[in-house]
């Protein structure tokens, strides 16, 4: 298995797959890392669908904008966010298993004053605008963390954005999940793709502008 650097390095998007099935115990363990991924507040709004099925993969391939590489990889993962994972009730147990696992210990600052954390446990339910957002952005980070994963076991896979509920209807989800994403696993075919562009470090960085001190007279 690839380190987590040699998996960074190598992942591609993988758009053309070779037909050959992929060992469930190699699902197992992408699911596993999506699993293990941090959230805020450890509240994991993730949920997945692994499905194989040729029929729903040309479902999902049709869905996401007739990309033909759905249908031909043997795996597509489907990556719902669940906002329940936001309900006081949840909230709750999330708060129980921090006091429990000894975590509430280790937090510092305003997060481990007490009045603080007794404030929290009376935030009333918090609307589906207030969720959107980390909902799907800590659903991301499980996502990748699979991404990395299928890579490092020798596995391509490609993100593809999805969020039409059509996903939803065809294979009798409620509503209540939010698509996010569809990842096709499979066994890269063809020639592996070289490293694609980035834009350079000095254009990701942005320098600190320490603020001027002022003199005592
Ligand atoms: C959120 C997200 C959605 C994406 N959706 C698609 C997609 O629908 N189809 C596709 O071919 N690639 C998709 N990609 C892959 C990007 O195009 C790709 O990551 C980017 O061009 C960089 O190439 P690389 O992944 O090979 O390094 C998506 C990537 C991300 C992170």
């Not at 692994?50 to 391939?61: G, H, I, N, T």
């Amino acid at each position: 298995m690839l380190t987590v650097w040699e998996a960074i390095k190598t992942r591609r998007s993988i758009r053309k797959f070779a037909p050959d099935d992929v060992p469930d115990k190699m699902i197992e363990q992408i699911l596993e890392a999506a699993r293990l991924a941090p959230s805020g507040s450890n509240r994991q709004p993730w949920r997945f669908m692994v499905v194989k099925d040729q029929e729903s993969r040309q479902a999902l391939c049709r869905i996401c904008a007739e990309q033909k590489f759905i249908e031909e990889a043997p795996v597509v993962i489907v990556c719902f966010g669940d906002p329940e994972r936001y309900s006081r009730k949840e909230a709750q147990k999330r708060r129980q298993e921090f006091a429990e696992s000894g975590v509430l210990e280790t937090l510092s600052g305003r997060l481990a004053d007490p009045e603080v954390r007794a404030a929290m446990e009376l935030a009333p339910e918090p609307s589906p605008e207030q969720v959107r957002t980390p909902v799907i952005a800590n659903t991301y980070i499980a996502i990748e963390h699979m991404v990395l994963m299928a890579t490092a076991l020798g596995l391509g896979t490609c993100w593809v954005g999805a969020g039409s509920r059509e996903i939803n209807r065809y294979f009798g989800v409620g509503d209540e999940l939010v698509p996010v994403a569809v990842v096709p696993v499979g066994y890269p075919a063809g020639k592996y793709p070289s490293e694609r562009p980035r834009v350079s470090m000095a254009e990701i960085l942005v320098e600190p502008q320490i603020p001027a001190k002022v003199e005592k007279v």
